[in-house]
C-alpha cells in the first residue's frame, strides 16, 4: 500500500533526467535520443544530478583516459544513490558495451548498463527498473527497437539549430589502434527513407544544419538494397529538405571519392569544411595501423578537395607514439602537418585499448617521448591555427547564428561554412538564421566579428 503511494507521488510530480555525455558526436546523437524518449515519457532536463530521478551517463572508451574520466565520474555519484535510494543510474555508451555485467558489479549503485546497441530499450528498462527494483545489463547485438522516439506522433520535444543525424552505426574498417569496431560492431547503414523522415521531422522543429554522422560516412550504403552511395545521399538531402546547411563526419581517406570531392563544387547548402583524419604522416606507420593509404595518397586527396572547392576548411585527426614511431616517423607527420596546414587539429597521445591489435606489438613508445611529440606538434598546429584564423580578418563570412554566446553580453554565436566559431554583437532573434558577418578579430579558437549589414542573408 504504502509502496503505492510513493509511486502515485512520484508520478504526480515531475521527473528529472540528468545527461552527461563523454566521447563522439554519435554519442551526443544518442544522448539526444534518449532526452527525446524520456522527454515523451514525461521527463524533463536537468542540469543538477542532485535533483535528478534518473541519471544517464553516455560512456567512451577510445583512449584510456576517456575511460578512467567514466571511471571517476561513476565513482562521485555513490553519494547521490546513498542520499536517495529511488535514484536511477543509467550507464550507456562504448565503456557500457565493453564491460556489461562487469560494471554492474564493480559499481554497485549503478541499476542499468545499455549496450551501444540497446539506447532504444531504455524507456522499457527504466520502467521495469523501478517496478521491480532489479539490476540489469542490456547488451543486444542488433538494435531492436529501431528510432521510435521520431515518430511518435506527439512529439514534445525540442531540436536545435544545429542537430547530428546517424546515418550508419558501427564501423568495418578494424585500425589496428581501435577499440571502436568492437564496441559498436558491424557498420550498419540507415535506409535513406528513414534519414530523410528524420530530417523533415526535425527540420519542422526548427533544426536548420544537420551533421551527418558515421565512423566512416565515404562507405555509406554497403548492405542497402537500391545501390545507395553517400554522394547520393547529399544529393537527396540537398534535394529534398528544407535544410540551409549539411555537414557530415568523419570521413576515411581511402573511401574518398571523385564523385564525392564533387559535391563540395556542385552542392551549395554542403558546407565547405571535411573532418579527414591522417593519423600520422609515415608510411610505415600508417600500414602498421591498417588505414590502407600512403601520405602522398593522403595529400593527393587533399589536393583534388582543394582544386574542387578552393576555400574549403580542412581538420583532421593525428595521434603520436604509437608503437614502434621513431623520430624519423614523426618528423613525417610534422612535415605533413607543414604541407597541408589544416585549419583545426585534434591531436591525441596513443594508448592501448582491449581488443585493439595494436596493444601486442614490440616497441612500445615511453609515456614522456610521447608527452614531448605531442606538445611540439601542438605548438605547430597552434601556429598554422592562428595565422589561419588572422587570415579572416577582414572577409565577412555567412553565419548561421546557433545561440547567445556563453560569455552572454549580448554576443550571438555561430559557425562559418568553412567551421569556425564566430562571436558578434546581435539580438536572439537571429538564432537560425544565416548573417553576414565582417571579421574584425581573430583568437586561436574563435573569431569575433560585427553584422555586415545587419539583416539576414
Ligand atoms: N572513425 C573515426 C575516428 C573515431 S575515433 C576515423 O576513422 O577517423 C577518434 C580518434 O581517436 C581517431 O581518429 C584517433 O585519432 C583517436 N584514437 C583512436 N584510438 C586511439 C588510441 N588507441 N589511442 C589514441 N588515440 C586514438
Ligand atoms: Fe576506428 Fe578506424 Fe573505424 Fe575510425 S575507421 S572508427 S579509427 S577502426
Ligand atoms: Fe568513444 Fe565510442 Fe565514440 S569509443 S569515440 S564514444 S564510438
Redesign the pocket.
Known amino acids: 500500500m504504502e509502496g503505492l503511494c510513493v509511486e502515485r507521488e512520484q508520478r504526480s510530480r515531475t521527473l528529472y533526467v540528468y545527461v552527461h555525455t563523454?566521447?563522439?558526436q554519435?554519442?551526443e546523437y544518442d544522448s539526444l535520443r534518449v532526452e527525446r524518449m524520456l522527454a515523451q515519457e514525461g521527463y524533463e532536463s536537468t542540469d543538477d544530478p542532485a535533483s535528478a530521478d534518473v541519471i544517464f551517463i553516455n560512456?567512451?572508451?577510445?583512449r584510456e583516459k576517456?575511460e578512467q574520466k567514466v571511471f571517476s565520474l561513476l565513482g562521485r555519484l555513490r553519494r547521490l544513490k546513498n542520499k536517495n535510494p529511488r535514484l536511477k543510474i543509467v550507464v550507456a555508451?562504448?565503456v557500457a558495451q565493453q564491460l556489461g555485467d562487469a560494471l554492474l558489479a564493480r559499481f554497485p549503485h549503478v541499476d542499468i548498463v545499455l549496450g551501444?546497441r540497446a539506447i532504444g530499450a531504455l524507456p522499457r528498462l527504466l520502467r521495469r527498473s523501478t517496478e521491480e527494483d532489479a539490476r540489469t545489463a542490456h547488451l543486444p547485438e542488433h538494435d531492436e527497437e529501431g528510432w521510435k522516439e521520431l515518430f511518435h506522433q506527439d512529439h514534445r520535444w525540442e531540436c536545435p539549430v544545429v542537430a547530428p543525424v546517424t546515418i550508419m552505426q558501427g564501423c568495418d574498417n578494424f585500425c589496428t589502434y581501435c577499440?571502436?569496431p568492437y564496441?559498436?560492431g558491424r557498420e550498419r547503414s540507415r535506409p535513406a527513407d528513414e534519414i530523410l523522415r528524420e530530417i523533415h521531422i526535425i527540420t519542422r522543429k526548427g533544426t536548420r544544419e544537420v551533421l551527418l554522422l558515421g565512423?566512416n560516412v565515404n562507405s555509406y550504403g554497403k548492405g542497402l538494397a537500391d545501390g545507395m552511395n553517400f554522394a547520393r545521399l547529399l544529393r537527396r538531402i540537398e534535394e529534398e529538405t528544407d535544410l540551409v546547411r549539411i555537414r557530415f563526419t568523419t570521413s576515411h581517406p581511402k573511401d574518398l571519392d571523385d564523385e564525392l570531392i564533387e559535391c563540395f563544387a556542385r552542392l551549395k547548402k554542403l558546407c565547405r569544411h571535411i573532418h579527414l583524419p591522417f593519423q600520422a604522416g609515415s608510411d610505415r606507420i600508417l600500414a602498421r595501423m591498417n588505414r590502407h593509404y600512403t601520405a602522398a595518397d593522403y595529400l593527393d586527396k587533399v589536393a583534388r578537395l582543394r582544386s574542387a572547392c578552393p576555400d574549403i576548411g580542412i581538420s583532421a585527426d593525428v595521434m603520436v607514439g604509437f608503437p614502434g614511431e621513431t623520430e624519423e616517423d614523426f618528423q613525417a607527420t610534422l612535415e605533413l602537418i607543414r604541407t597541408v596546414r589544416f585549419d583545426t587539429l585534434f591531436s591525441f597521445r596513443y594508448s592501448d585499448r582491449p581488443f585493439a591489435k595494436s596493444g601486442a606489438f614490440p616497441d612500445k613508445v615511453p609515456e614522456e617521448v610521447k608527452a614531448r611529440r605531442l606538445t611540439e606538434l601542438q605548438a605547430l598546429q597552434a601556429a598554422i591555427t592562428l595565422e589561419k584564423n588572422r587570415r579572416e580578418v577582414g572577409r565577412t563570412r555567412e553565419v548561421l547564428v546557433e545561440s547567445e554566446s556563453k560569455a552572454g553580453n549580448g554576443q550571438m554565436t555561430g559557425r562559418t561554412s568553412q567551421n569556425r566559431i564566430v562571436n558578434f554583437a546581435g539580438s536572439p532573434e537571429l538564432v537560425g538564421t544565416l548573417v553576414p558577418v565582417r571579421i574584425r578579430e581573430a583568437y586561436s579558437h574563435s573569431l569575433r566579428g560585427e553584422l555586415a549589414d545587419g539583416s539576414a542573408c
Open positions: 563523454f566521447g563522439c554519435m554519442n560512456t567512451c572508451s577510445v576517456a555508451g562504448c551501444t577499440i571502436v564496441v559498436r565512423q
